[in-house]
């Protein structure tokens, strides 16, 4: 599956898209494919504010549970409802339908801190 | 440390399968994913390597009474060629593992979990001092396992094997000629359905492996081994039982017996089992969302009262379940309530019946 170009992604597999002031973001498909197929998703309260790297999310497998990270600092604004009832959605389009959370970004320039898509490839193909 | 290698291992790599740690093993936990797994399983048949599984054979004039001597369970009630499950305990009662005794024409072969196989295996010669004529042998080295299981597995091994397969029953066995080589095929299995495991050399357990695969059966990795297991309410050593806990503590009751000879933890295990025990294995249904895995503590009336040992999704009945130790102080009944805590938060769970789900295997 290919990286979307204009999105942005952190060393930890999540990716942000930019939709103006907010980043939507998810995990990648390379940390779908780690974790398996995906039974449950625990997403955040909307309205809570979040520091870039902050666990705030959990999605988990069948094996096991894994924490999902803020990219960026933010207000929680909107969370997928759909993954309460289809968290396969995430196996099956991690990168738009599988989304998890759209952020009021605070800080802008911490997204200097994120991979673009080539540099997450690189990064995932030294796995 | 090296990692031990089945004689599979080179067909799991060509098969494209995950590989993980297990037991001191380099073992596939999946192949194309757990779901699909686990569903081929239920629904058609699925095969397994099991070879990392140990293998102890207890062969002399005395092998029967030092076999009773170390198992609650009685296998001086063994045909030839029958099988028996059993816990292997201490003498204080708690378990060191659990096993399966093939009784076999000159010897008792027992087939214990791969990572215990040493600790195991150290006990036992252990007890043997005392029996002058027994020869106890770790014998892991020779054997491969395949396990073929689901309502398909039948169908599937018959052409390969000569012999009537309609004839073993649950727990028994057949020496039998597979693919023309001998092996030991038994009505066993640890997923709830119908199926057989079969022992053989390692050569043939390789040729066996690639001829079920071209038959239309399906490679199973661990992790579906695993929620098939829990489905069938089946105890894995390392979570429903270990060094702390009793077969009858763990819901294994039926396989502790009076027998007029003496064994290892028998005074406890047989007043346990009149009396019962401080706590009890239960089967737990999420009525909130949430995973609770092992781990878990388990609430009674807003009281810390015990612990999950597993839990998961169960990918057959689509529901959060897990399998959870608890006090016998508080009477609990299906359908009561209690809470579990998942990372901080109290969470809604009632109490439902063991096993959780019964396949096609035929009891």
């Known amino acids: 599956m290919p990286y979307p170009s204009e999105y942005r992604y952190s060393k930890e597999h999540e990716w942000v898209k930019l939709e103006g ?49 803020a990219p960026v600092s933010g207000e929680v604004i909107e969370v997928n409802k759909k993954l309460e009832n289809q968290p396969e959605l995430i196996n099956k389009s991690p990168h738009t339908e599988g989304w998890m959370v759209v952020l009021r970004i605070d800080t802008p320039k911490e997204l200097d801190n994120l991979l673009t898509a080539a540099d997450y490839e690189k990064h995932i193909g030294g796995k | 440390m090296t990692l031990k290698k089945t004689p599979l291992y080179e067909a799991h790599k060509r098969l494209g399968a995950k ?76 378990t060191v593992d659990d096993l399966l005794v093939y009784r076999l024409v000159d010897k008792f072969l027992l087939v214990v979990n791969a990572a215990n196989t040493d600790k195991d295996f150290a006990w036992i010669q252990n007890n043997v001092s005392s029996f002058k004529n027994v020869n106890a042998e770790n014998r892991s080295a ?62 043939l357990t390789q040729k066996l492996w690639d001829t079920l695969i ?16 829990f ?17 009858i503590e ?20 047989l007043q346990q089992k009149r009396e019962g025990t401080k706590k009890k294995l239960i089967g737990l249904k999420m009525v909130d969302a949430g995973v609770p895995r092992q ?18 999704k169960s990918l057959t009945l689509d529901q959060f379940l897990a399998m959870a130790f608890v006090s016998t102080n508080t009477s609990l009944k299906p359908g009561d309530r209690l809470e579990v805590e998942i990372r901080g938060q109290r969470k809604i769970a009632e109490l439902v019946k063991l096993p959780f789900y019964r396949g096609s295997v035929k009891h």
């Not at chain 2, 609430?299 to 009262?305: C, I, N, P, T, W």
């Open chain 1, 21 to 69: 002031a907010n980043a939507r973001m998810g995990i990648t498909d390379f940390a779908q494919h780690e974790l398996g197929d995906v039974v449950y998703v625990e997403l955040p309260k909307v309205g809570r504010k979040v520091k870039q790297h902050e666990s705030f999310a959990v999605v988990e497998s069948v094996k096991a549970a894994s924490e999902v990270y």
């Open chain 2, 250 to 269: 763990a819901g294994l009751g039926w396989t502790v017996k009076e027998k007029s000879s003496d064994y290892n933890g028998k005074a406890i295990l």
């Open chain 2, 142 to 203: 020779a054997y491969g396992q395949i396990a073929i299981q689901g309502p398909k597995a039948d169908a599937t091994l018959r052409p390969l094997v000569e012999c009537d397969l309609s004839q073993i029953k649950y727990y028994w066995s057949v020496q039998a000629k597979v693919l023309g080589e001998s092996a030991l095929v038994s009505r066993t299995g640890y997923t709830g359905e119908d199926g057989f495991e079969v022992y053989a050399s390692p050569q």
């Open chain 2, 231 to 247: 489905e069938a309410g089946l105890a894995l050593y390392g979570h429903e039982l270990n060094e702390q806990t009793t077969p």
């Open chain 2, 19 to 94: 590989m993980v740690e297990f037991g001191g093993w380099e073992m596939p936990i999946q192949y194309t994913s757990i779901l699909d797994e686990h569903q081929a399983v239920r629904t058609s048949a699925g095969i397994f390597d099991v070879s990392h599984m140990g293998e102890i054979e207890v062969s002399g004039p005395q092998a029967l009474d030092f076999v009773q001597k170390l198992i609650p369970n009685d296998a001086s009630k063994l045909a030839v060629i029958q099988v028996l499950y059993s816990p292997l305990c201490y003498e204080n009662g708690t």
């Open chain 2, 295 to 312: 781990g878990v503590k388990v609430f009674v009336h807003g009281q810390e009262s015990g612990v999950v040992t597993s839990g998961m």
């Open chain 2, 214 to 229: 071209s038959a239309g059966a399906k490679p199973i990795g661990l992790g579906a081994r695993d929620t098939l297991r």
